[in-house]
């Protein structure tokens, strides 16, 4: 029989990022990206399943009418000081349990490797900010982190919306209300979370995630309206973002959005994470600032991607860090490999990531010898 207060102690005590329980297999820890077995435990059965499915519903109906409706259920768990967001879905039509392990403090906005203009720009009165990434780059870390920090250095009314609730902020130089997402929680969903904060007297916004045109026009709403809105998108590049959130829109509709999305959208942090040297895990960053060259390209009939990622690349000085130097810098700064280096880049731009290589090292070796 599965002792599942065993295997959430040893996931904590192990420092794993995630926990798979799955029939057939042992409970298995996800530790700095590696699979692991959990010691001392037994292949999961069937029975092991359902009770593992009465440990984390708990008899709740409401969790319980959505997973049998849909065959899927997000929720948030808590096992002592330890919070977990839990996903439940099936597989063979037995359930299999995806636990991401949520650390108790958040780490310092400035220890994260976000560069510092990201911060900066919370400070517009109005706006879109989107941080962005793939599956598992550490973008919920990264937006608490910034909402700590906005917390902890401005006088604001911070609203967020989240499915689940992950970190739970405490109220010191801002006030924080967290709304969780979804049946038998807050709102329904994040449209109606949004679309009714504008009766909320909130200063930001913070959508933990857009995925559809009804949330994301909702967003552009309340940006245009006078509030701040920071929110998240799965995509793996500034200029994919760009492409994501017009083509939410319909072919008629498209180049009128575009207009709303190059004044309103102030700044976007695509970012990954990728294994260091010492073992750690390692941010890698792509910073867009919209200035007036980005905002001329998005109003364009047709997106760009190359004369998005050529605007990145030449506005450093605005705070813009593109994909290249954020990897070159990392290399030259002996943090990862050459040959990671090189998979992170298309194939077509290995000789603009060698020549930013030599650039760096030309620059570091002349403060060296200052």
Do not use: W
Not at 84 to 96: A, F, G
Not at 161 to 171: A, G, I, S
Not at 328 to 345: E, H, P, S
């Amino acid at each position: 029989m599965i002792d599942m207060d065993k295997v959430l102690t040893t996931a904590q005590e192990r420092d794993a990022s995630d926990i798979h329980l799955i029939c057939g297999i042992k409970p298995t820890l996800r530790i700095r990206r590696q699979l692991i077995d959990c010691p001392d435990t037994e292949v999961l059965t069937e029975d092991d399943m359902a009770d593992i499915y009465d440990y984390f519903v708990r008899g709740n109906i409401d969790k319980d009418n959505v997973f049998k409706t849909t065959k899927k259920l997000d929720s948030s768990f808590v096992y002592g000081k330890l919070r977990l967001r839990v996903n439940i879905s099936l597989s063979n039509e037995i359930p299999i349990f995806t636990l991401r392990l949520i650390k108790d403090t958040l780490p310092k906005y400035e220890d994260l490797g976000v560069p510092d203009v990201v911060r900066r720009t919370t400070y517009q009165p109005q706006g879109l900010i989107l941080v962005t990434g793939k599956t598992n780059s550490g973008k919920t870390t990264t937006l608490n982190a910034l909402i700590n920090e906005i917390n902890e250095t401005q006088n604001k009314k911070i609203l967020t919306l989240e499915k689940p609730v992950e970190y739970k902020h405490v109220c010191k130089k801002s006030i924080i209300v967290q709304k969780e997402i979804g049946p038998g929680g807050d709102s329904l969903t994040y449209s109606d979370g949004v679309k009714n904060c504008l009766r909320e007297d909130c200063d930001i916004l913070v959508v933990g995630e857009i995925r559809d045109r009804e949330t994301m026009e909702a967003a552009i709403e309340t940006a245009e309206s006078g509030h701040l809105v920071i929110g998240t998108l799965h995509t793996k590049s500034c200029a994919e973002t760009i492409d994501r959130m017009v083509n939410f829109y319909d072919i008629r509709d498209q180049q009128q959005v575009k207009y709303l999305i190059a004044s309103l959208l102030k700044l976007v942090i695509s970012q990954r994470l990728l294994p260091a040297r010492d073992g750690s895990l390692v941010l890698v960053p792509e910073v867009m600032v919209v200035d007036n060259i980005i905002s001329g390209i998005i109003r364009k009939e047709k997106i760009s991607v190359a004369e998005i990622e050529d605007a990145i690349q030449s506005n450093s000085e605005k705070g813009s860090i593109s994909l290249i130097n954020s990897i070159a810098q990392l290399f030259v700064d002996d943090i990862i490999t050459l040959d990671q280096a090189k998979a992170q880049i298309e194939e077509k731009n290995i000789e603009i990531l060698n020549r930013t290589i030599m650039q760096l090292k030309i620059k570091r070796d002349r403060k060296t010898t200052l």
